[in-house]
């Protein structure tokens, strides 16, 4: 008898497991170390139940709930954390979609529909379809998953087949949602000459918003990028850390809020500041890419998960060679002709650098572009300044033996052009209103097709004449001012969203056309830095501040998100109170170039520059495909060390700074990280000022990886703004 009960209530017990797992539907996007699990709840929409440290057990799964930080006294105990919130629904919170119907209803609910997966390189891609049920109004949210490098990549899909259009007044990436003791967010605000300047500070209830309305220019007063330290502030070596950025040239905003019973919800996207987004049945409207990692080793770890990411699957050519390059903007402005730049090639050549790269001024005839007042938008060559045009500039640089690059700006017109004659109607400016220039310029309007047709024309004019130019450096000097646009018409809440989308239509069309052709986006120094933009060019331009010593702040803050081979660094004569030394060292930490003129260097000073450049040459698979370990912050005192080590653990290069420190301050050794404990490896000090015998107390000996790592080296001295850099070469 108590044989049958047992076996009765086994049966019982196992039927309604299997209709609890019928019923549950969980969707687990994985990557090796972490978990980002959603669940449909009995209401049929889908919730987030967990984001965090890889699960090991499966059966764990069923035991997180769809509402299970709802609140601990129950009394919202209906609420969980809704993967794509959307307004009017009972959360309360900040949604992430927000939808006026055509019939003036401001709701929507997404019911469930199904979900499916996909190989792609380095990971899964999953898909989630979600559906209102009472409006024909569809959501697919996409994730992929990129198992080794621990990133997450998702964006939405939003379309409706209702005849008439919606209206979209909030249209977020994704949401992610937290349940932690405390919340700390690094910020990255910036400025021109100022850019990736960390803050931190913590989330308490409510919200932070941090977004950008410049439209143009668009991270030119803060980055698309955040860290939140999951209870604490976010360190470089340990402890748990979101890193977040998304992939948007125009204005983004990030929203951190924190409810009522301390959950915390992040929500990336567009920014909708006058951006109400009409959307037609049938147009599928797609979000930007928000890219994060979670790390709980620090930001360390999480920049390296970024940079190998990025390398791999988004940076155009992750995984080829840089050019080095010398720059005439810093040396010449404007101030050039056809024989001044012949001898800055050869300059460069004797440098030892790939490529010469003319800046700003070569343009407008009816106006030239004698200085930022005038020529942008007439992309000819300014006849009586370079006679023979483009073809005697390649010329002079296939005789000197180097590369030759251009500057442009094709978004962009100064109202003293023939481009602004010819087609006022194609700039972005208020019909009647006083204009507000920035840079003396105004921004083209790049929703407009034509347009767009134009400045794919400014690179495919160069290169159909010119073959073999073989780099652009892409300029864009002012936000959007004077917010109108007359192609736009009555759809002027579309013009934010739309220009940027144009942008990314004439970039790849030039992808397509010339795909072996390597791009620098600059925008006023480093006010373009996203990984959409990313995707089209090889690297970008940190920031017009090259004085080292902001430089290594900046470079600092970058370097969270971006690899080495993503930011282009130059020596100039910024800050003549530190040595060429110095200067080189710092740019030496990302893509190296110059922008100096050789006769203000000495002789000792050329021949440092040239091995300088020959050192970065053979350190490059450390520097540029190399992991890079951060280990003493400029932030923390009055020193700054970074590591890169090459994918093998063979070569490596150690780069410390005395930036200034005290009197008889303490000084602590550097211990390095990442090496092979086993192997033996040589120290060396390089990059020394020609006839300098190196003071490095361990110059020339060997040690062990092990010892490296657990004693480490006596890098930092007593003076300011002394540099060293200590090749490490495994015997
Ligand atoms: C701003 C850029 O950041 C500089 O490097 C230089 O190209 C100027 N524009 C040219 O106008």
Redesign the pocket.
Known sequence: MKNILAAVLTIAVTVSAMAESVERKIIRIATDNTDLVFEVGPNKRLYQTYLGKKLNNPEDFKNLSWNQYAGSDGSVSTRGWEAYSTSGNEDFFEPALGITHSDGNMTTYLYYVDSSEENVPGGTHTRIRLRDDKYPVNVTLNYVAYTKENVIKTWSEISHQVKKPITMSQYASAMLYFNEPSYWLTEFSSDWAKEAQMNVQELKFGKKVIDTKLGSRAAMLTHPFFEIGLNGPAKEHSGEVLMGTLGWTGNFRFTFEVDNVGNLRVIPGINPYASNYELKANDVFTTPEFIFTLSYDGTNQGSRNLHDWARRYQLKDGMKGRLTLLNN?ENTAFDFDQEVLAELMKEAKHLGVDMFLL??GWFGNKYPRKD?HAGLGDWEVTHDKLPGGIPALVDAAKEADVKFGI?I?PEMVNPKSELYEKHPEWVIEQPNRDTYYYRNQLVLDMSNPKVQDHVFGVVDDILKENPDVAYF?W?C?SPITNIYSPYAKDKQGQLYVDHVKGIYNVLKRIKEKYPDVPMML????GARCDYEALKYFTEF?CS?NTDPIERIFIQWGFSQFFPAKAMAAHVTSWNKNTTLKFRTDVAAMCKLGFDIGLQELSAEELEFAQQAVANWKRLEPAIMDGDQYRLVSPYDGNHAAVEYLDKSKTMGVLFAYDIAPRFREKLSRVKLQGLDGKQKYLVKEINLMPGDASTFPQNGKVFTGDYLMKVGLDVFGYEHNVSRVIEIIAQ
Not at 522 to 525: D, H, L, R, T, V
């Open positions: 903007w800046d700003d930022d500057w700006e450096k300029d000097n600059c925008s006023g120094g331009w017009d």
